[in-house]
């Protein structure tokens, strides 16, 4: 017997549900909030909205699917089937926050505050939903194929990110590594610096554009489905024994990008998800490229 489709409904904690956490009810969180200066009003808002969207989007799915929902926190611990349909409500972050739990399933964005986010990942508003879900699963079905980017470690542990993977130490200090093409051991620059970024088409409007802007580097940013990938070194240290010449470059199809640590430990994350990263100890060494595994956006 066929199973019928599942719609995963990926949300998360809105920052009213965070501050009546913190405060234990809304007039507490009011009163520190005023003390402050600020207005709990528009978080309570903004908290509306979202509550608003999700339950038109529950309300929207087709009736004979499955349903089911994860919250931010449970993303790592969740299962996802390859029968599934992801439905993140929210904002842009989500959409790249679940993509690297995910290996091929079509994902629809929902907007839930349309005008404050951008939208590059959350292109829908929640009427659209049941014309979605259903176009999703249908045959011809219009998506964007955007390319992730992956780290696997000589141990196997393995790495996916929509928009950036980031190397380097826990706490953002100054982490040493060998750095070079995956092209063997005799291709390689010993470093010191503040960690490496390694980014796609899609992250290229955030953190890895901030990077580009600063540095005036030549090398063009990827489209979001194009196979390519950019990297870059944060602050590397020129000493006696490091140096500063391999600092930035492009990566496509086949092409690897090998760190090899020289720190106690390193750790190595995604979309900036630190609670669910890969941590390398001395020794260690790690592989970046573009990874087989796409994100399927529903156009």
Request: charge should be neutral; aromatic fraction near 6%.
């Amino acid at each position: 017997m066929t199973l019928a489709p599942r719609a995963v409904l990926v949300h998360r904690t809105t920052e009213y549900e965070e501050l009546l956490a913190r405060h234990g009810t809304h007039g507490q969180a009011a009163f520190v909030l005023a003390g402050r200066g600020r207005s709990l009003d528009e978080v309570a808002e903004r908290h509306r909205r979202n509550v608003r969207a999700l339950g038109d989007v529950a309300a929207a799915l087709p009736l004979r699917w499955r349903r089911t929902r994860v919250e931010r926190a449970g993303l790592d611990r969740f299962l996802f089937g390859p029968e599934d349909v992801v439905v993140v409500v929210g904002q842009d972050g989500l959409v790249a926050n679940v993509a690297k739990y995910l290996s091929g399933q079509p994902v629809v964005g929902i907007d839930t505050d349309p005008g404050r986010n951008p939208g590059v990942l959350v292109r829908h508003r929640s009427k659209d939903t049941a014309a979605l879900c259903r176009a999703a699963l249908g045959p011809g079905a219009r998506t964007d194929a955007l390319t992730m980017t992956e780290a696997v470690a000589d141990d196997t542990q393995r790495l996916l990110a929509l928009n950036e993977i980031y190397l380097g130490s826990p706490g953002h200090q100054t982490a040493r590594y060998r750095i070079g093409p995956d092209a063997g051991p005799d291709a390689t620059e010993a470093q010191a610096s503040s960690g490496v970024l390694v980014g796609t088409g899609t992250g290229s409007t955030g953190w890895l554009r901030s990077l580009w802007l600063e540095r005036g580097s030549p090398v063009r940013l990827p489209a979001p489905s194009e196979p390519r990938l950019v990297w870059f070194v944060r602050e590397a240290w020129p000493s006696p024994v490091t140096g500063t010449s391999v600092v930035a470059g492009e990566l496509g199809p086949g092409d690897g990008l090998r760190l090899t640590v020289e720190s106690d430990r390193m750790v190595v994350f995604g979309d900036g998800m630190e609670s669910d990263a890969l941590e390398l100890t001395w020794g260690q060494s790690v592989r970046l490229g573009v990874s087989d595994t796409s994100l399927n956006l529903v156009a």
